[in-house]
């Protein structure tokens, strides 16, 4: 070969070499999108996918979710594993969460007394009832998710989270699917995820959203169309139940529910390259106190994928790394407050409630805290709170994002039977706004054996001085110990121990009251009693007429001082309790002729305490006197019975009837083990003891040895009309036994 044609042949050849590289592509990893459905506790299975994908190391690029699937997949977008998501989920109290309870502590002293009575609470407006739009309001769902997500608050775009994200909701008023990729992200989760009934629709700009699982429970199209190659889809969605299955008329309204929804996974399932199907079956969108289990059916399920998983591994070449720095929620640095969204109510008004303020430090428990004091108002159907991060890094902005509650008016109901007041059905209507944009009024009518009323207003101006209106009027029949009615001159002529009575009482009274020290109430007020005690015992020259021991208007000068943190009024694990009042009367009718001046005091002071999650020790003592005027004694302290908001001085006291022991001053103790071996099941073992005389505390019989005894064996059921209890009592001196029985909130 000439020299020449090989030179040309060489060039030829490298001049071909670059060309056929440019034509050789670089190996591309393929971009993987995760898509989770909804499915309520069923939506647990998709943390145990997340343990198995996590640890075999597949990267995830996108991820997509709806309802149940929105939250769990927000969660690890912002960078939470597999791992974290299982303790996460494993502390929280679903019961809690879907029930919207809120601690008792958190309710200011009028909101408690008022929503411990009924047991139904409606919207009534117009002389027409309403029935709320859900069970919960979500509130505390969103808290929740909130304090998660701190870490992330500031991103407005979920594109830019550590795994960029997007959720499904549905608009309410179109029906159509909402996209949600941008805003508050834990609003945005909790839109997507409020299932119809369960939890109050979510207002985000102009759209009235609600669960996205209405319109696409599984949103694999609209995460194809972000640009990923690979979908790894969780699938936890019922299928269809065969006619055995179908034995009721909920079953057949999920069935048809299902129809849509179920179809259109046929279709979707073949878009996912990676179908993980949990075996959940059994357990349903309630299941959340088997939520172990249905973990592990994830696990599992993604499991039996695993060659899959293993391939797409091979396909990608590196693994992503996360970087996140999570923001400590011990505390917060609070730099300015927005409060958006208020018109009836002022800003000081709910900063006040709130309990924060601008360019200060707070507890994160504390702002908790002060979230669930404004919540429990009830005067805001909802309250979404954003931290935005300020200029400077661990600094934030608040925004208080609130909608005011429509509804002014309730109408509540309540059930009731004691051994004193017999039975009752308690009606009561509740008109927020009354006169003025922070006031109350409350009037209970209670219809049964004995017809009573309570009627309370309030101003309420929080740490500054309330005003506030009290009025009621009670009555029962009863036989009671003579020594509260007679001297002991008139027992020894009549050889009466025990007059059957009718007794009738109305207290009003004008208030003035204020918080201090966020736990304490003081109030200061004038009160008018009037007080009618008559019976058929002792009668006239003619039987058919009753003889009156009463029948006198009272005036009286009061203070009370109250402190209550118990968490539960019924059955009380942890908490202080501290209600101390005097009266001074000034003034009687002429039916009470040797009426002088005299001051009644007494005090209440609780403890209560857990030795475990299920054993719970409550601890009492309280104690009265009386100064001045000894003449008038159907105001002395009367101590017998079982229950709560007993009027005047009747003070409970286990082992003897009502308004058996009695005397112008008196100290007592009790203590009390409760242990809830079921939940809502209550056995308990108690005990009280009591000096009861006159002039107890001159004497100094106060610190003797107890003259009376009483002890407690009882059961009982904490259900959604209030406790349903029974208690054998026995009195060791005067050996014998009485039992206690009843229904319902006290009121």
């Keep these: 070969m000439k020299p020449s044609i090989t030179i040309i042949i060489v060039f030829l050849l490298l001049r071909a070499f670059p060309v056929k590289a440019q034509d050789i592509k670089e190996p591309t990893t393929p971009?993987?999108?995760?898509?989770?459905?909804?499915?309520?506790?069923?939506?647990?299975?998709?943390?145990?996918?997340?343990?198995?994908?996590?640890?075999?190391?597949?990267?995830?690029d996108y991820v997509a979710g709806t309802s149940m699937g929105a939250i769990i997949g927000a969660l690890y977008a912002a960078g939470y594993s597999g791992n974290e998501l299982d303790s996460i989920f494993k502390k929280i109290d679903f019961d809690k969460i879907i029930n919207d309870a809120l601690p008792r502590a958190s309710k200011a002293f009028f909101e408690r007394g008022n929503s411990e009575k009924y047991a139904i609470s409606l919207p009534f407006e117009n002389f027409k009832l309403k029935l709320p739009s859900a069970l919960s309001r979500g509130q505390n769902a969103y808290n929740a998710l909130t304090r998660l997500l701190l870490h992330v608050s500031h991103i407005e775009n979920f594109e830019n989270l550590p795994i960029p994200f997007f959720c499904i909701a549905t608009n309410i008023e179109t029906g159509e699917q909402v996209h949600l990729e941008q805003g508050n992200l834990a609003q945005a989760i909790v839109a997507s995820g409020a299932l119809p009934t369960l939890f109050q629709p979510v207002v985000i700009g102009d759209e009235v959203l609600t669960d996205g699982g209405v319109v696409n429970n599984y949103p694999v199209d609209e995460l194809r169309a972000k640009g990923v190659d690979i979908v790894i889809g969780v699938d936890v969605q019922d299928g269809l139940l065969g006619r055995d299955e179908l034995t009721s008329a909920p079953d057949v309204l999920l069935q048809v529910n299902n129809f849509r929804t179920i179809n259109a996974m046929k279709l979707k399932s073949k878009k996912t390259d990676i179908y993980i199907k949990p075996m959940i079956k059994d357990f349903t969108v309630v299941s959340f106190n088997e939520g172990e289990s249905i973990i592990e059916m994830?696990?599992?399920?993604?499991?039996?994928?695993?060659?899959?998983?293993?391939?797409?591994?091979?396909?990608?070449?590196?693994?992503?790394?996360?970087?996140?720095?999570?923001?400590?929620?011990?505390?917060?640095?609070?730099?300015q407050i927005h409060v958006n969204?208020?018109?009836?109510?002022?800003?000081?008004?709910?900063?006040?409630?709130?309990?924060?303020?601008?360019?200060?430090?707070?507890?994160?428990?504390?702002?908790?805290?002060?979230?669930?004091?404004?919540?429990?108002?009830?005067n805001f159907e909802s309250f979404y709170f954003k931290f935005d991060e300020a200029t400077q890094e661990g600094i934030y902005d608040l925004q208080a994002n609130l909608r005011e509650s429509k509804s002014t008016t309730f109408l509540k109901l309540g059930l009731h039977y004691d051994d004193l007041y017999k039975s009752a059905a308690l009606i009561n209507v509740t008109k927020k706004r009354f006169l003025f944009n922070n006031d109350i009024a409350s009037l209970d009518v209670i219809l049964g054996d004995h017809v009573r009323y309570n009627f309370e207003y309030l101003i309420d101006k929080g740490f500054y001085?309330?005003?506030?209106?009290?009025?009621?009027?009670?009555?029962f029949n009863k036989g009671i110990n003579a020594q509260l009615l007679l001297d002991d001159g008139e027992i020894d002529a009549t050889g009466i121990n025990k007059i059957d009575v009718e007794l009738e009482d109305q207290t009003n009274e004008f208030y003035l009251?204020?918080?201090?020290?966020?736990?304490?109430?003081?109030?200061?007020?004038?009160?008018?009693?009037?007080?009618?005690?008559?019976?058929?015992?002792?009668?006239?020259?003619?039987?058919?007429?009753?003889?009156?021991?009463?029948?006198?208007?009272?005036?009286?000068?009061?203070?009370?001082?109250?402190?209550?943190?118990?968490?539960?009024?019924?059955?009380?694990?942890?908490?202080?309790?501290?209600?101390?009042?005097?009266h001074w009367y000034l003034w009687a009718s002429q039916f009470n002729k040797n009426f002088d001046n005299f001051s009644i005091a007494r005090a209440n002071m609780g403890y209560a305490f857990s030795m475990s999650s299920k054993i719970a020790i409550n601890l009492d003592v309280s104690g009265g006197f009386k100064l001045g005027d000894k003449s008038t004694q159907t105001l002395d302290f009367a101590l017998g019975g079982y229950g709560n908001n007993f009027i005047n001085n009747f003070i409970p006291?286990?082992?003897?009837?009502?308004?058996?022991?009695?005397?112008?001053?008196?100290?007592?103790?009790?203590?009390?083990?409760?242990?809830?071996?079921?939940?809502?099941?209550?056995?308990?073992?108690?005990?009280?003891?009591?000096?009861?005389?006159?002039?107890?505390?001159?004497?100094?019989?106060?610190?003797?040895?107890?003259?009376?005894?009483?002890?407690?064996?009882?059961?009982?059921?904490?259900?959604?009309?209030?406790?349903?209890?029974?208690?054998?009592?026995?009195?060791?001196?005067?050996?014998?036994?009485?039992?206690?029985?009843?229904?319902?909130?006290?009121?």
């Design 341 to 378: 969204g208020i018109n009836k109510y002022t800003r000081a008004y709910v900063l006040g409630k709130l309990k924060v303020k601008s360019k200060e430090k707070i507890s994160y428990q504390d702002f908790e805290r002060g979230v669930n004091n404004l919540v429990a108002t009830n």
């Design 31 to 60: 971009k993987v999108g995760l898509v989770l459905s909804g499915g309520g506790a069923k939506g647990l299975a998709h943390i145990g996918a997340l343990q198995v994908i996590d640890s075999l190391g597949v990267t995830i």
């Design 653 to 747: 006291f286990i082992g003897y009837d009502f308004i058996s022991i009695t005397g112008n001053s008196y100290v007592k103790g009790a203590a009390k083990v409760d242990y809830e071996f079921l939940k809502n099941h209550h056995i308990s073992i108690e005990g009280n003891w009591a000096n009861v005389d006159d002039d107890l505390f001159e004497n100094g019989e106060w610190f003797t040895l107890p003259d009376y005894r009483g002890y407690a064996l009882g059961y009982a059921i904490n259900t959604f009309i209030g406790p349903v209890q029974a208690k054998y009592s026995y009195s060791t001196e005067q050996k014998q036994s009485i039992w206690f029985f009843n229904v319902g909130f006290w009121f």
């Design 513 to 582: 009251q204020t918080l201090f020290r966020k736990d304490f109430a003081l109030s200061l007020g004038l009160e008018h009693k009037r007080l009618e005690v008559k019976s058929e015992t002792i009668s006239s020259t003619n039987p058919n007429d009753e003889f009156i021991f009463e029948n006198t208007d009272y005036i009286s000068l009061f203070g009370n001082v109250k402190l209550d943190t118990y968490d539960n009024k019924y059955f009380p694990k942890k908490g202080v309790y501290f209600n101390g009042d005097i």
């Design 465 to 475: 001085w309330s005003i506030g209106l009290r009025s009621r009027y009670n009555a």
């Design 298 to 335: 994830g696990k599992e399920a993604a499991l039996a994928k695993i060659k899959d998983l293993k391939d797409l591994i091979r396909q990608q070449d590196h693994k992503k790394e996360i970087a996140i720095k999570r923001t400590r929620t011990d505390s917060i640095q609070i730099n």
